[in-house]
């Protein structure tokens, strides 16, 4: 009887330390690596290279990791990097500033705002840049920074086994005690 009981005790306690939960933000598949890095990779204008600033791409990269595109939803994003490039480098802009000011400001914002409805996101400009809003209401890309998901190992599973374990090992030696269960 004292062995079985001890070898319970000891499988419990195995499955317990061995019961670590991982989570892992999601990947970034091949034709969305691409769109990253067209987008990364900004315009050259007069020989200067004019690139998004690094909190957009940031937010970029944490959306992508997180939310998978279709082929025809890469299509539509990289066809208006694309046209937004071209008019940048076509009318000499150098800066966001610029880019605000020109002629071609609006008829831009107005296509960025067209393919982000076809996927379903509303784009809005204010004070501290543009937003982009999921169809649920919660904000991927903008003037403030993304909050990503959790990565990496969760340990709350394993203390509250242990917890709730050693709770069931002291009754259980209570028992065993009361009742001399372990005499010989």
Do not use: C, H, R, W
Request: net charge neutral; hydrophobic share 45%; proline share 3%.
């Amino acid at each position: 009887m004292k062995k079985k009981l001890l070898a319970i005790i000891a499988a419990m306690s195995m499955a317990v330390a061995f019961a670590l939960p991982a989570f892992a933000a999601g990947g970034i598949s091949a034709q969305e690596q691409e769109l990253l890095n067209k987008f990364k990779a900004g315009v050259v204008v007069d020989g200067k290279t004019i690139t998004p600033p690094q909190k957009y791409i940031a937010q970029a990269e944490n959306y992508l990791k997180n939310d998978d595109l279709t082929a025809d939803e890469i299509s539509k994003v990289s066809a208006t990097i694309d046209k937004v490039y071209s008019t940048m480098k076509d009318e000499g802009i150098t800066s966001l500033s610029e880019l605000k000011a020109s002629s071609s400001y609006n008829s831009l914002l107005s296509e960025v705002k067209n393919v982000a409805s076809s996927l379903g996101y509303t784009v809005s400009v204010g004070a501290n840049g543009f937003t982009v809003t999921t169809p649920g209401g919660s904000t991927v890309g903008g003037g403030s920074s993304i909050k990503p998901n959790q990565t990496g190992v969760d340990m709350t599973a394993t203390v509250v086994s242990v917890i709730a374990l050693v709770a069931v090992l002291s009754g259980s030696a209570v028992v065993i005690g009361k009742k001399n269960l372990l005499a010989e």
